[in-house]
């Protein structure tokens, strides 16, 4: 498997994660073979290091540094909060044109359901509408079906913060198996032939620890969820520098 790179410098470099790939071995999945950390390292035919992460189903641009050093320099920027991060992604229902989501997370997000005792840390999510659409379609108790796209950008960095912010405010990303809702992905798999979660990182910008400027950083969603976009009527919808990445 030759994964997708979007950025190669002498001590940066970084791929465009498909969905269902993990970074590293976890003991969440322990019968997973694949980890981007080993087929980067494989494919460049050198050691790499990751500085932040995705989830496994969350496609999108994922950045490694080459030499251990760099990945804590970087690192410490997501940390800090120094990063723009963008993210799109496909929702339930007819989402507001801006909001501003904050709403504290857990610290451990292994499972959604309270219980005592378990700390929750502050999070932000800014979010603007792209399009919506409404398919003549009925799922559970209404006549049709209302979905969004929507660009989704994280102030703070906390594990499920824009599945769970999504829930929050009762949009939950389609396909979204811990999160979501379960009629909702059953109709975009049977409907769309939609295998994953629709949520994937387009843009990542960041302070380049040598050569002391902005890098940013664009990709293209992958093939299986620029597919259910263009079913979905999404694809004019897009930011012109996601239509214009290769």
Same mark, same amino acid.
Request: hydrophobic fraction near 35%; charge should be positive.
């Given at each position: +498997?030759?994964?997708?790179?979007?950025?190669?410098?002498?001590?940066?470099?970084?791929?465009?994660?498909?969905?269902? !790939?993990?970074?590293? %071995?976890?003991?969440?999945?322990?019968?997973?073979? %694949?980890?981007?950390?080993?087929?980067? /390292?494989?494919?460049?035919?050198?050691?790499?290091?990751? #500085?932040?992460?995705?989830?496994?189903?969350?496609? @999108?641009?994922? !950045?490694?540094?080459? *030499?251990?050093?760099?990945a804590r320099r970087v690192h410490?920027?997501?940390?800090?909060? *120094?990063?723009?991060?963008?993210?799109?992604?496909?929702? $339930?229902?007819?989402?507001?044109?801006?909001?501003?989501?904050?709403?504290?997370? $857990?610290?451990?997000?292994?499972?959604?359901?309270?219980?005592?005792?378990?700390?929750?840390?502050?999070?932000?999510?800014?979010?603007?509408?792209?399009?919506?659409?409404? =398919?003549?379609?009925? #799922?559970?108790?209404?006549?049709?079906? %209302?979905?969004?796209?929507?660009?989704?950008?994280?102030?703070? @960095? %906390?594990?499920?913060? !824009? /599945?769970?912010? +999504?829930?929050?405010?009762?949009?939950?990303?389609?396909?979204?198996?811990?999160?979501?809702?379960?009629?909702?992905?059953?109709?975009?798999r049977q409907y769309f032939n939609?295998?994953?979660?629709?949520?994937?990182?387009?843009?990542?910008?960041?302070?380049?620890?040598?050569?002391?400027?902005?890098? /940013?950083?664009?990709?293209?969603?992958?093939?299986?969820?620029?597919?259910?976009?263009?079913? !979905?009527?999404?694809?004019?919808?897009?930011?012109?520098? =996601? $239509?214009?990445?290769?």
């Amino acid at each position: +498997m030759a994964l997708d790179i979007v950025y190669h410098d002498d001590w940066l470099i970084a791929i465009n994660k498909p969905s269902g !790939l993990l970074v590293h %071995r976890s003991p969440i999945d322990r019968h997973e073979t %694949r980890f981007a950390v080993q087929l980067l /390292r494989d494919q460049i035919g050198q050691r790499v290091y990751p #500085v932040h992460r995705l989830d496994k189903p969350t496609s @999108g641009i994922l !950045l490694f540094a080459l *030499q251990p050093d760099d990945a804590r320099r970087v690192h410490q920027q997501f940390s800090e909060q *120094q990063v723009d991060k963008q993210y799109l992604a496909v929702c $339930r229902g007819h989402t507001p044109p801006h909001c501003r989501i904050d709403h504290p997370v $857990r610290s451990v997000a292994d499972h959604y359901t309270d219980s005592d005792g378990e700390q929750r840390r502050p999070a932000v999510t800014e979010l603007a509408t792209l399009a919506h659409t409404e =398919i003549a379609e009925p #799922v559970g108790k209404y006549p049709s079906s %209302r979905y969004s796209l929507v660009q989704l950008k994280p102030l703070t @960095g %906390r594990r499920h913060q !824009l /599945r769970a912010h +999504m829930k929050h405010i009762a949009h939950p990303i389609i396909g979204d198996a811990k999160y979501g809702r379960g009629e909702h992905n059953r109709f975009f798999r049977q409907y769309f032939n939609s295998q994953r979660l629709l949520l994937a990182a387009w843009s990542l910008s960041f302070r380049h620890p040598h050569l002391q400027q902005t890098v /940013r950083i664009v990709a293209r969603p992958g093939a299986d969820f620029c597919d259910t976009l263009a079913q !979905l009527g999404f694809i004019e919808a897009l930011p012109a520098e =996601i $239509r214009d990445a290769p």
